[in-house]
């Protein structure tokens, strides 16, 4: 078992997240394989969320995303950050299931749902 915020996350084709984060871990997004899929609560802190599942594109920006269902989990040490949170609360009180995709890096365009430090989630699909 392993921190979930480590640096040396090993190569994997699926990771399981437990604690809500306001924000994917750029380590867990390195750590999938192409074809690997990311599991998490994408939730802020004391705040119903929902359990993102997003797959690492073989290539492409695109990674397809969606919420499976919604979640509150407690709060990740090192992943919650006020001022997301607050956007993460607002953007939860709307179409929360139209996500279609998680992109890294570039501009958010008209399908942003969310966007957070060099990561946006879109209504678009992959």
């Not at 750590?31 to 990311?38: M, T, V, Y």
């Not at 994408?42 to 705040?47: D, W």
Request: glycine share 14%.
């Amino acid at each position: 078992m392993q921190s979930g915020v480590a640096s040396d996350l090993p190569q994997a084709d699926l990771i399981y997240v437990c604690p809500g984060s306001a924000q994917p871990s750029r380590m867990w997004l390195d750590a999938l394989r192409p074809g690997g899929r990311l599991l998490f609560p994408l939730a802020p802190q004391g705040v119903f969320g929902g359990m993102l599942l997003v797959a690492r594109p073989h290539q492409g920006s695109g990674w397809p995303a969606k919420f499976v269902t919604r979640a509150g989990f407690i709060g990740c040490v090192g992943l919650q950050d006020e001022e997301a949170g607050g956007r993460l609360t607002e953007a939860f009180s709307k179409n929360w299931d139209s996500v279609r995709s998680l992109r890294l890096g570039g501009a958010p365009d008209d399908s942003c749902w969310f966007a957070g430090d060099g990561w946006w989630l879109s209504t678009v699909n992959a």
